[in-house]
Antibody, heavy 119, light 106 residues
Framework: QVHLVESGGGVVQPGRSLRLSCAAS????????MHWVRQAPGKGLEWVAV????????YYADSVKGRFTVSRDNSKNTLYLQMDSLRVEDTAVYYC????????????WGRGTLVTVSS | DMQMTQSPSSLSASVGDRVTITCRAS??????LAWYQQKPGEVPNLLIY???TLQSGVPSRFSGSGSGTDFTLTISSLQPEDVATYYC?????????FGQGTKVEV
């Protein structure tokens, strides 16, 4: 079975940091670009970041640029999202998503992990 | 900034109706357009890619068309299980922008 499983979400105060992880199973992570997509409560989908299959290139949404860092460890089949200087507006479910091929659409989504930024 | 604009934002239709959702890109994107379905409480699911190619396992009542800047998702005969929010997405380059979503009710 092919799966993506996110972890690391929780409640955090504004200005603090959090690191999300995404464990891939059933496929070879190193063959795919990987993305993070978020969805605020009751809102639509917002693309957050991408890392190329080998980690050589990374792109970010303007809303998180300079605060979030995407990385990957292909030897561990794991994707990460380091989130610093968190804001209330970063509250959302964060999905780990697989890209078919660059530049490509998304064919596999994790169940998501909820991040709540609140004082 | 690149924008994807969907219309309508929501619609209500009857079982068996033909439903059409449009998506307009603020820049030319060729056919690099995907549609996703998100049922209440569930994870988004890929329906269509390359503007008109049906993902494996998706019912044939779903179809997509368009290229350049204007795209359409059509449900030929709406079913109760199609209640969901539908999102278009451009993927020709960064950012991978989504439309704001169209909520479909029966």
């Amino acid at each position: 079975q092919v799966h993506l499983v996110e972890s690391g979400g929780g409640v955090v105060q504004p200005g603090r940091s959090l690191r999300l992880s995404c464990a891939a199973s059933g496929f070879t992570l190193s063959r795919h670009g990987m993305h993070w997509v978020r969805q605020a409560p009751g809102k639509g989908l917002e693309w957050v970041a991408v890392t190329w299959y080998d980690g050589s290139n990374k792109y970010y949404a303007d809303s998180v640029k300079g605060r979030f860092t995407v990385s990957r460890d292909n030897s561990k089949n794991t994707l990460y999202l380091q989130m610093d200087s968190l804001r209330v507006e970063d509250t959302a479910v964060y999905y780990c998503v697989r890209e078919v091929k660059y530049p490509g659409y998304f064919d596999l989504w994790g169940r998501g992990t909820l991040v709540t930024v609140s004082s | 900034d690149m924008q994807m604009t969907q219309s309508p934002s929501s619609l209500s239709a009857s079982v068996g109706d033909r439903v059409t959702i449009t998506c307009r890109a603020s820049q030319v994107i060729g056919n690099s357009l995907a549609w996703y379905q998100q049922k209440p409480g569930e994870v988004p699911n890929l329906l269509i890619y390359a503007a008109s190619t049906l993902q494996s396992g998706v019912p044939s009542r779903f179809s997509g068309s368009g290229s350049g800047t204007d795209f359409t998702l059509t449900i030929s005969s709406l079913q109760p299980e199609d209640v969901a929010t539908y999102y278009c997405q451009k993927y020709n380059s960064s950012p991978w922008t989504f439309g704001q979503g169209t909520k479909v009710e029966v």
